[in-house]
């Protein structure tokens, strides 16, 4: 099976662009998720399919893809974003999670 | 609105076998859009998918835990069902019951609905 590596920590100032980014080899040929999680709950869907975003997320959270690379983007930053967030993809080989990165609002 | 939720001893000894269920509420277990899987998480670590299965039975399951892993279905209960055996205390986390949405392509999903965790220590 493959890996998805994700930077371990990503710090922003309220009211900016968090970028946070999955590599993988399978990335150009499989759709990557995202998921949020804040302490002592269960993840949340935020983006599938690569940039689509499930009803009832804020529009400030968006994804793109380019290459072997995805990229969880969230516009002005809020206090409420600071969490761990995941990405994911899948393949007949399995499920794969990137190690989590954790999203600290300054 | 689809509820899942865990139960399950949350303390089992070393070498036995862990024994949690997912009870599916607000919605069929019996429908051929979804999966139905387990994922956990460690202490302070990252998540694991454990394994998927669909609704008619077929299952694939982690690599690294398919001779422990059996994820069973029973549809007249609108339940499934997680099976790990001769577990260690390396098998102590949360464990999430979650729905995966199949995207028609093959196995690619995605999980859109978790339940909200059980806890399971492995001590003796």
């Known amino acids: 099976s493959y890996e998805l590596t994700q930077p371990p920590s990503v710090s922003v100032s309220p009211g900016q662009t968090a970028r946070i980014t999955c590599s993988g080899d399978a990335l150009p040929n499989q759709y990557a998720y995202w998921y949020q999680q804040k302490p002592g709950q269960a993840p949340v869907l935020v983006i599938y399919k690569d940039s689509e975003r499930p009803s009832g997320i804020p529009e400030r959270f968006s994804g793109s893809s380019s290459g072997t690379t995805v990229t969880l983007t969230i516009s002005g930053v809020q206090a409420e974003d600071e969490a761990d967030y995941y990405c994911q993809s899948a393949d007949s080989s399995g499920v794969v999670f990137g190690g989590g990165t954790k999203l600290t609002v300054l | 609105q689809l509820q899942l939720q865990e139960s399950g001893p949350g303390l089992v000894k070393p070498s036995e076998t862990l024994s949690l269920t997912c009870t599916v509420s607000?919605?069929?277990?019996?429908?051929?859009?979804?999966?139905w899987g387990w994922i956990r998480q460690p202490p302070g670590k990252g998540l694991e998918w454990i394994g998927s299965m669909y609704y008619s039975g077929s299952t694939y399951y982690n690599p690294s835990l398919k001779s422990r892993v059996t994820i069973s279905v029973d549809t007249s209960k609108n339940q499934f069902s997680l099976k790990l055996s001769s577990v260690t205390a390396a098998d102590t986390a949360v464990y999430y019951c979650v729905r995966g949405v199949l995207l028609g392509n093959g196995d690619d999903h995605y999980m859109d609905v978790w339940g909200k965790g059980t806890t399971v220590t492995v001590s003796s």
């Open positions: 607000g919605g069929s277990i019996s429908s051929s859009s979804y999966y």
